[in-house]
Structures are given as C-alpha cells and as structure tokens.
C-alpha cells in the first residue's frame, strides 16, 4: 500500500495541475486499490474505527483520514470534469491545487512517518526513511505521469534529474550513517548484504534509480531522442525499484530487544 499511496497521490496532484484527466482518473484508482489492500490487510473493515481513533498521536491514523478526504475531492474533481467539463481554474483552482499539494506532502511523507514512530527498530529511526520513502514516491508518480501523459520535460528536465539524483544519494548516505547508531542496525545492513543483496542493489539501486536517472540524463543531452518509450520504461523501472526498495527496508527492521534478550 505505501507503494501505492505515494504513486497514486503523487500523480493525481501532476495531473491536476497539468489538467490531464485521464491522470487524475488513475491517480484517484491508484490511491483507492491502495485504501483496498489496506482493508484487506487488517482483515475487517470495522478495524479502521480503531486505525482511525488515535488520530492525535498516531501517522497511521492520520493517513487513514486524510488519504479518503484525498480521495473524495479527486473524485468530486474528475465528476465534474466528466459530467459538466469543468477544470479548476482561477482563484479555486489555486486553491484546489495548493490543498492537492499539501496532501500530496503528507502522503509521501506518511508511510516513512509511520515506521519511524517504532523506536525499538533503529534501523527505522532517524529521520531518513520518510525522506527516502518521500523522494521514492515522487519520482515514482513523476515517471508514470511522464509515461501516462506523454508530456514533454524539454524545459523542465532539470526537476526530474535532481530528484532522480537526489534519490540515491539520500539512500547511500542513509546507509553509511544508520550502520554506525547500534548494533540492530548494523545486522539489519548485514541482512540487505547476505540475504537481500541481489533485489536491494540490484533491482532497488540499479534499475530503480541507476537506470532512470541515466534515462533521464541521455534524454537531456540528445532532446531529439522518441521521449514516450523511454518514459514507459523509466516508469516501470522506477516502480519495480520503489517496491524493492521499500520490501528490504521494512523486511530487515530488527528489533533492540530481540538482539539485547
């Protein structure tokens, strides 16, 4: 569902303010099979009454409000494009597009948010995973609006290279930093390296990182280059290495108390 949650949001809000229905329409789908695997996952509906109670001091509580408020407004949005061929504009449609953007933060942020709230797992700690797990949404999201739209990056090539960038250098020096805190953090790096090698490096860094910033920088210097199927490659490289990437974190989490017992 964090996959999801940050691919969803992320390009519904480009879609709102590029005016791309059709975007929005799969942004609004991505956002709810994510609310749907969500319910699944704690078993019974009724469960979200008590997801939703300590919506004062829990991430989880306040994603599990705000995402469906998310939700609610894209469709009342993509409604009134379909059925009236309205598209917000003016005053409104500013105002629709800064409340989009604030939204859009916290659900990219949300999921890094949630799993930094457990102490016991230092590995988690720290402040870098809702950074990581922010930076991996959105250029999940920017990559599969690219490939959705067809919208050139002729002027604007410069954003998705520096969050292409900015994405493993946030990772390494995550890495290098968070195996120094304690000894549940240098097992967990000690797992990624024995057990996750392969899909961390391999399909995490290299494809999901490596491979679209390279895209992303050939198309820079050769503009004249197709842009649509290198796009639709870099989207599905992007998300293959957003799930990877997000798999190992949450796989290799140890707890102090199981190393300390």
Do not use: C, Q
């Not at 948010?113 to 016991?120: G, I, Y």
């Amino acid at each position: 569902t964090f996959v999801l949650e940050g691919l969803g949001a992320t390009l519904f809000f480009l879609s709102l303010l590029m005016d791309h229905l059709g975007g929005m329409i799969a942004g609004v789908l991505v956002l709810m099979a994510s609310g749907i695997l969500l319910i699944m996952h704690l078993g019974n509906p009724r469960n979200m009454i008590y997801v939703l109670a300590n919506i004062r001091h829990s991430w989880m509580s306040r994603g599990a409000a705000l995402i469906p408020l998310f939700i609610g407004l894209g469709v009342v949005i993509v409604g009134a494009s379909l059925l009236f061929g309205l598209s917000p504009s003016g005053g409104f449609g500013t105002a629709l597009i800064v409340l989009f953007a604030l939204l859009t933060i916290f659900i990219v942020l949300k999921s890094g948010l949630v799993m930094s709230t457990f102490p016991a797992i230092s590995f988690w700690t720290g402040g870098w995973i809702p950074m990581i797990f922010a930076l991996s949404g959105l250029t999940s999201g920017l990559t599969v609006f690219l490939a959705f739209s067809g919208w050139s990056l002729a002027e604007y090539s410069w954003v998705l290279i520096s969050l292409l960038a900015l994405l493993p250098i946030v990772v390494a020096t995550y890495l290098m930093t968070i195996k120094e805190s304690d000894a549940a953090a240098k097992v967990s790096i000690e797992l990624i390296n024995k057990n996750h090698f392969d899909v961390f490096y391999g399909l995490a860094v290299v494809v999901g990182m490596v491979l679209p910033l390279a895209i992303a920088m050939y198309m820079a210097f050769v503009p004249s280059t197709p842009e649509l199927p290198l796009f639709i490659i870099m989207a599905m490289a992007r998300v293959l290495g957003d799930i990877a990437l997000r798999d190992v974190i949450l796989k290799v989490g140890v707890f102090d108390k199981v190393l300390n017992g």
